[in-house]
T-cell receptor, first 113, second 114 residues
């Protein structure tokens, strides 16, 4: 079966712009989580959605937002991009909230210049 | 609150040698524990998970891990390293039945020397 699909794979944006990343979970998975991965901070939890509702949120500023659609697809948005937002953004899906055990997508590599 | 500590950000082993990657966790309630592997420019792939069944868990690619409650550890092992095992490995913890996030360790990069 198809895995978790993240689009686009690579993205270059300018400071101050906004960006939207997309994630399509495995069919039947209703939970979608987002993580930011950087060399300095490692994997940091952004938020988790289940049945279109945000169930948990990490410690990121309000510039980071997300949503989930009725088909479980999810998007995350970052407004007013900063250089420090450059990272690999990973989406993970699971059947239930908090897994047990995520399936990750390949990520979107965002570079802010 | 839950946390994970991975000892050693870099580990080097010779091809054919034992692989041992260390993970200690902290959780106020019985945890779920996971090991993931990440290859360059890829997402994370689940190697194995502990969900309160057998304490010795076998995963993919010949890896296994043992849950030791008394030591709050969940170390990852493989009897014989292969060149293809070179990657970054992450230990993670969550708890059952709640909406708490999965917490990841800082990762251990495994180098396999031919």
């Amino acid at each position: 079966k198809a895995g978790v699909t993240q689009t686009p794979r690579y993205l270059i944006k300018t400071r101050g712009q906004q960006v939207t990343l997309s994630c399509s979970p495995i069919s039947g998975h209703r939970s979608v989580s987002w993580y930011q991965q950087t060399p300095g901070q490692g994997l940091q939890f952004l938020f988790e959605y289940f049945s279109e509702t945000q169930r948990n949120k990490g410690n990121f500023p309000g510039r980071f937002s997300g949503r989930q659609f009725s088909n479980s697809r999810s998007e995350m948005n970052v407004s007013t991009l900063e250089l420090g937002d450059s990272a690999l953004y990973l989406c993970a899906s699971s059947k239930e909230v908090q897994g047990p055990g995520y399936t990750f997508g390949s990520g979107t590599r965002l570079t802010v210049v | 609150a839950q946390s994970v500590t991975q000892l050693g950000s870099h580990v080097s082993v010779s091809e054919g040698a034992l692989v041992l990657l260390r993970c200690n966790y902290s959780s106020s309630v019985p945890p779920y524990l996971f090991w993931y592997v990440q290859y360059p420019n890829q997402g994370l792939q689940l190697l194995l998970k502990y969900t309160s069944a057998a304490t010795l868990v076998k995963g993919i690619n010949g890896f296994e891990a043992e849950f030791k409650k008394s030591e709050t550890s969940f170390h990852l092992t493989k009897p014989s390293a292969h060149m293809s095992d070179a990657a970054e490995y992450f230990c993670a913890v969550s708890v059952a039945g709640g909406y708490q996030k999965v917490t990841f360790g800082t990762g251990t990069k495994l180098q396999v020397i031919p």
